[in-house]
């Protein structure tokens, strides 16, 4: 008995290291508890964005609709992003959140981030909503 428990654990492990060693060290899943501002006027001024939650690197990057913006990293609960007036001249609802790029990899700015996931097809974090109103 003691053998069938041993090999058990043995290959519970395996496949727990597999996964660790298979992405060259994943990044931690980010999540996004809330935004400030969450809303703003069309047509209006560009404003920085204040994103608290948790698991933010200093490579993390804010994503608006599918498009990286400026990131600035304030601690692993806070990063804060420079929403350009363009992102906000028309009446919309942007969709936000917040990608761990693999390794240190930096993401420029306006980079297109087609999914949200990374290389070792983590996920970004939820999904919040910006509201832009006429």
């Given at each position: 008995m003691a053998t069938i428990k041993r090999s058990a654990l043995w290959?519970?492990?395996?496949?727990?290291?597999?996964?660790?060693?298979s992405c060259g060290g994943c990044p931690a899943t980010p999540s996004i508890a809330s935004i400030s501002p969450?809303?703003?006027?069309a047509g209006g001024a560009g404003l920085a964005l204040t994103i608290n939650g948790g698991?933010?690197?200093s490579t993390s990057?804010?994503?608006?609709n599918g498009t990286a913006l400026g990131t600035?990293?304030?601690?692993?609960?806070?990063?804060?992003a420079a929403v350009s007036s363009s992102n906000i001249a028309d009446p919309d609802t942007a969709v936000v959140y917040v990608y761990n790029p693999v390794n240190g990899?930096?993401?420029v700015e306006?980079?297109?981030?087609?999914?949200n996931n990374n290389q070792c097809n983590s996920p970004g974090s939820n999904a919040i909503s910006f509201v832009v109103s006429p």
């Open positions: 290959g519970a492990s395996a496949i727990f290291l597999l996964a660790m060693v969450s809303n703003a006027v698991n933010f690197n990057v804010v994503v608006w600035t990293f304030v601690s692993n609960n806070q990063l804060t990899t930096t993401v306006g980079t297109a981030v087609t999914t």
